[in-house]
């Protein structure tokens, strides 16, 4: 199964998850399967991605629009790459 993550940068409302979305609908993923935040992407406390984290089975796959909406710390980026890798879901960016 597909599984979308989509984040923006300011909860202000001044920025859309709209083209982000869109993007991953036609990458394949149902809108029900898509997560999201509106948080910087240095916070650790995510909700959506957390859930969207919980959501894999084997075989899944994690599509994001680019890979800066996962995180901007490479350290967290190939922690969050390596959990999955071993739990057998794939990434698409």
């Known amino acids: 199964m597909l599984i979308g993550y989509a984040r923006v940068s300011k ?4 920025q859309s998850l709209d083209l ?3 993007a991953l609908v036609v990458a394949g ?3 029900e399967q898509i997560y999201s935040d509106r948080a910087s992407g240095k916070r650790d406390d995510r909700p959506g991605l957390e859930a969207c984290l919980k959501a894999f089975r084997k075989d899944d796959v994690l599509v994001i629009w680019k890979l800066d ?3 901007r710390s490479l ?4 922690r969050v790459v390596a959990d ?3 739990r057998g879901v794939g990434l698409r960016v």
């Open 11 to 14: 909860a202000d409302g001044s």
């Open 20 to 22: 982000q979305r869109d």
């Open 29 to 31: 993923v149902h809108n």
């Open 69 to 71: 909406r996962l995180g």
């Open 75 to 78: 350290q967290h980026l190939v």
């Open 84 to 86: 999955l890798n071993q």
